[in-house]
């Protein structure tokens, strides 16, 4: 069995700064601020992480409970702003996943710095969802690595020991592949985000593609043994 962790953002789709642009109006909403900075770098990071460095930007004590605060209404702004925002799906990757589909050796999961909440409705607003079997969510953890390392664990569980050479990660930054390499999967880095092909060739995924849309190429990729 292959097992994928996809990304979200700037892999499977762009969504014009939703994200960014919820929790900008979650953090004057919920704690009252005229114009809460959130000028802060989102690319591959967790938004465990990412709450606490609003918080903490904006001078409030980032404990669980004002963490807890900020992303109940993020979660309830963020649908809203995604209508208002819009977005787009990047090249290829309906056909991707439909012909993944035709494959029962693969399964596909999401795995993303996104909340799992906030990841479904992204998934949903772009009729993604039921592509995936589940999504492993950016919530708990504020290092990439560590989400990685609790995807693979939970994977472990539910369906054995999976060999390290069927476990692969596709994604866009950096820090995907950085984490596929720390549970040892092999990683396909996608270079429609923030990092160039340079960046993302230096460090060293299994291969870097421009975009998801030339199908049969990866599906070689993702066969290969």
């Known amino acids: 069995m292959t097992t994928l962790l996809f990304d979200i953002d ?3 789709l ?7 642009g919820a929790l900008k109006r979650a ?9 809460p900075d959130v000028d802060l770098d989102f690319g591959g990071r967790t938004d465990r992480s990412i709450l ?3 918080l903490t930007r904006n001078r409030i004590d980032p404990t669980p409970k004002n963490q807890e605060r900020l992303s109940r209404r993020y979660v309830d702004l963020l649908p809203i702003v995604l209508v208002e925002h819009g977005g787009v799906l990047l090249p290829g ?3 991707l996943l439909t012909r993944i589909g035709d494959f029962p050796e693969m399964q596909s999961y999401v795995m993303t710095g996104n909340l799992a909440q906030t990841a479904r409705m992204k998934l949903d607003h772009f009729q993604l969802g039921d592509f995936f079997i589940d999504v492993f969510g950016g919530d708990h953890d504020e290092h990439r690595n560590d989400l990685a390392r609790r995807a693979a664990r939970k994977l472990r569980d539910l369906h054995g020991k999976t060999d390290h050479d069927e476990l692969i990660v596709i994604g866009d930054t950096v820090a995907d592949i950085e984490c596929g390499h720390a549970i040892g999967a092999k990683v396909i880095a996608v270079a429609t985000g923030s990092h160039v092909r340079e960046r993302l060739e230096a460090a060293k995924p299994l291969a870097v593609v421009d975009d998801l849309s030339d199908a049969d190429h990866l599906l070689q990729i993702l066969n290969a043994r």
């Open 93 to 95: 990757v309906t056909d």
């Open 10 to 12: 700037g892999t499977l």
């Open 14 to 20: 762009m969504t014009h700064n939703s994200g960014s």
């Open 52 to 54: 606490v460095e609003l």
């Open 27 to 35: 953090m004057s909403e919920e704690f009252g601020l005229v114009s």
